[in-house]
């Protein structure tokens, strides 16, 4: 239940599960996007630098974009994988095919 997380397990759930109690594989796709977002932003999350109430605004479906220093390739993967519906992320933090970032291989 949510009065037994901390705040930095808060900071990085689901919507799914921060309403719900209720995970799946997308929950963490969410928290990987949260991730690579914070490593993309230099340790910022989404929302942080424009409001006090940045988890609430990630947990009422406010759209999440990329941050610029992601650059196109990684900003669409961490764009999905923080829609708020978990039907609209990747299906699984596994990744689903082959591609490239930054012109290598993956």
Do not use: H
Request: proline share 4%; glycine share 10%.
């Amino acid at each position: 239940k949510k009065s037994d997380w901390g705040e930095k397990e808060l900071a990085y759930i689901a919507p799914e599960i921060y309403w719900n109690n209720k995970a799946c594989p997308q929950s963490d796709v969410y928290s990987l996007g949260l991730l690579l977002y914070y490593g993309a932003s230099a340790g910022k999350l989404p929302f942080e630098n424009e409001s006090d109430n940045a988890q609430l605004m990630r947990m009422s479906g406010k759209t999440v974009y990329a941050p610029a220093a992601a650059g196109t390739q990684l900003g669409n993967i961490i764009e999905k994988a923080l829609r708020f519906k978990e039907s609209e992320r990747y299906r699984s933090a596994l990744f689903e095919g082959r591609g490239k970032i930054g012109g290598r291989d993956f």
